[in-house]
């Protein structure tokens, strides 16, 4: 919760937004990794590149604007790995 809520700092809400509704990656990262006993789809393999190719585009993309920052987005991914945990 901290580090998504000191991420807004760094980088825009949008960007924010986005990377929280792709918790779904860091769920099946963490569960390939260390598994549970269900075991993943592969279609839910396909949607986390699909997610995952979008969310690039969209940052890449607002890397011209002020309101991006790699420190923000790594704060982002911290929480996504601590809500996937």
């Known amino acids: 919760m901290i580090a998504s809520g000191t991420s807004l700092i760094y980088i825009s809400y949008p960007i924010k937004i986005l990377m929280k509704s792709s918790k ?4 099946v990262f963490i569960n390939t990794i ?6 993943v789809p592969k279609y839910k393999y396909t949607s986390c590149v ?3 190719m979008g969310l690039l585009i969209f940052s890449w993309k607002g890397q011209n ?3 991006f920052n790699y420190f923000g987005f790594g704060l982002c991914c911290v929480s996504l790995v ?3 945990l």
Request: glycine share 10%; aromatic share 10%; no cysteine.
């Open 82 to 84: 601590f809500d996937g």
């Open 34 to 39: 260390f598994p549970t006993g269900e075991k």
């Open 50 to 52: 699909i997610i995952t």
């Open 24 to 27: 779904i990656l860091m769920i």
């Open 65 to 67: 604007d002020k309101a």
